[in-house]
């Protein structure tokens, strides 16, 4: 087990406590991320949704776990080099932590005016008629490859890092942050499932108000997120 950095090994229970404590404001920070939602909606609506939605949430919670994974196995061999590896990653949690709230100032500064239309994707036009290959290789893209992500879950694993888990717990942390982040997008793909076309309405209400408010939502967690992880690394370097 790894030693907290104040020196003594922490209560197990305490430890999973921590675990939950570091991963829930991550993984509703991916699961609040509009665009992903936005791509599942519309491939809900698509001709071949029974099957294009299921491929679509398989492919996000598979590129979530081998992002999961990357940052985890760079944390930790970072966090293994003794003492200045854990300076390292401390140091790394204030730079994602300013890089996070560096994109939620972008999202202000660049937020449409006014009556301004927020400006639309045109690559999310293209999954109005993605067969199933296609939605399982979306769903993984806008998982694994986007900055974002990228910067969540490191942030995630950097935290992660300083808590005493086995090896069978750290799986489980993951599965944990997959599955919570994977919520909307499963919801919309289960909707669609039951309900069918009568589902239609719904998503494109939801669709509506994401496009709307995408600048918002995304501002408001990065920033939110982003002051959390920054003020855990500036405590650790202090500390």
Known sequence: MRRSPVGHMMPAEEAKMDAIDIILPIATAIALSPLPIIAVVLIAGSPGARVSGPMYLAGWAAGLVALAIAAAVVTHLVGDIGPTGEVVLDWLRVILGGLLLWAAARKWKTRPQGLEEPATPKWLDALRQVG????????????????????????????????????????????????????????????????????????????????????????????????????KGLSGILG
Do not use: C
């Not at 992500?149 to 950097?158: E, T």
């Not at 942050?177 to 997008?185: K, T, Y």
């Not at 669609?192 to 239609?200: C, M, S, V």
């Open 132 to 231: 199933p290959g296609a939605a399982l290789l979306w769903g993984a893209t806008l998982a694994a490859v986007n900055p974002k992500h990228v910067g969540l879950v490191l942030a995630a694993m950097a935290s992660l890092a300083y808590v005493p888990l086995s090896s069978g717990e750290m799986i489980l942390s993951t599965l944990l942050l997959v599955a919570l982040s994977s919520g909307p997008v499963a919801a919309v793909v289960v909707s669609r499932a039951i309900a069918g076309e009568a589902a239609t309405p719904l998503l494109l209400s939801i669709e509506q108000f994401l496009l709307r408010n995408n600048d918002v939502i995304v501002m408001t967690v990065l920033g939110l997120i982003g002051m959390v992880v920054l003020g």
